[in-house]
Structures are given as C-alpha cells and as structure tokens.
T-cell receptor, first 117, second 108 residues
C-alpha cells in the first residue's frame, strides 16, 4: 500500500536556525498538508497546498513558515528562524482530491519530531 | 465547522466490542463524519467515513442515526493493539480540525 514518507524522523536544532522538513506524498495525490502536534496536545492544522499554491493556512503558519513543492515528488515545510515553541511533531498528509464535493481521505506520514534548543 | 463532543477516555478489555459515541448537533447537510486513529508518536490514520445509516469496513463499523446529530464508532473484538486515541471529525473541508479525541485503553 502506498504511503506518505517524511525525513528526517528526528531533528534537533538551535533556536534561530532554519529547518526544512521533507515529505514525499503518495504519488497520484493532488492535495498536500502540514500539521503539527506539540507533545501532549492536539494535532493542529498548519497549511494546505494545491495546484502549486497555498489553499488555506492557520494562524500558526506565520511569515516564518513556508511550503514548497520543488519537484514532482517532494513537499517541504521550511521554518526560517526556529523558536523554542516550534518544538513539536510535524506531520505531512496528502489526499487524492475531492469527490462529490467532499475531501477524500487524508493519508498522514509518520512525522518528524523537531526539537528546538 | 460543526463542533464534536466525544468522551475523553474509555477503558475496555481484550475481546470486547467497543462503541465510541460522538455528538455533532450542528452537523451541516454536506458534512461527512470521519474517524481517525492515532497511536503514540505516529500520524493519524483514517478508519472510516460515512454520511448516514451504517458503514462497515474491515476495521470498524460506523452507525449514524437518521438525524445525524451523533455517530457511533464500533470496534469489534478489540485487542491490546487497539489502544490509541480516536478522533471524530465532521465536515467536507480541506483541512482537518482535530479535537482531543477519545483515549481508548484496552486492558488484558
């Protein structure tokens, strides 16, 4: 069964450094997402991406965050200048598309655990 | 987005059937009901989705009454490996807004 993959599985960085989290969505999917989960808290939506542009973003997704689909397979999340509070598990998800007006199932990757020191 | 309410936690024993009920009084006509499962340190995993009546797959069943103001996820004969957080979600939307979910703990 095809799956979403994410690299690295763990990343430790110093406050103020830039990090890039990488995701390879399922190959025929058209919609891409990033979520994050701070330890012990809810999974939070960050951003959705379709047709090479951001469809929607949350309040968390400020100017320090950016997403890119640099080629046909990768989908990246960049945090320009990390803060302590960016420490979390970051999940990438993808979906094939919409059917009958509703969003199809989102498939989540295993996550990247980011620790900002 | 319709708000959902589900129990914070539940305990059950191996081999039992577990039913987790979710309330969504403000569900809209075009909303679907979706359940995800999340194991510790893993991404959420789709379990089942439905619009009305009953849906069954190899993992679970989803019961939705005619008024659609609630739904029940049914897990037949649970095992220890079903210990996880279960999220009930309502909407047609692109983004998923996760609540706190129901922490299901299966005991031997």
């Amino acid at each position: 069964e095809p799956e979403v993959t994410q690299t690295p599985s763990h990343q430790v960085t110093q406050m103020g450094q830039e990090v890039i989290l990488r995701c390879v969505p399922i190959s025929n999917h058209l919609y891409f997402y990033w979520y994050r989960q701070i330890l012990g808290q809810k999974v939070e939506f960050l951003v959705s991406f379709y047709n090479n542009e951001i469809s929607e973003k949350s309040e968390i997704f400020d100017d320090q965050f950016s997403v890119e689909r640099p080629d046909g397979s990768n989908f990246t999340l960049k945090i320009r200048s990390t803060k302590l509070e960016d420490s979390a598990m970051y999940f990438c998800a993808s979906a094939h598309g919409k059917r009958g007006g509703r969003q199809e199932t989102q498939y989540f990757g295993p996550g990247t655990r980011l620790l900002v020191l | 987005l319709a708000k959902t309410t589900q129990p914070i936690s539940m305990d059950s024993y191996e081999g039992q059937e577990v039913n987790i009920t979710c309330s969504h009084n403000n569900i809209a006509t075009n909303d679907y009901i979706t359940w995800y499962q999340q194991f510790p340190s893993q991404g959420p995993r789709f379990i089942i989705q439905g619009y009305k009546t009953k849906v069954t797959n190899e993992v679970a069943s989803l019961f939705i009454p005619a008024d659609r103001k609630s739904s029940t996820l049914s897990l037949p004969r649970v095992s220890l490996s079903d210990t996880a957080v279960y999220y009930c979600l309502v909407g047609p939307d692109d983004k998923i807004i996760f609540g706190k979910g129901t922490r299901l703990h299966i005991l031997p």
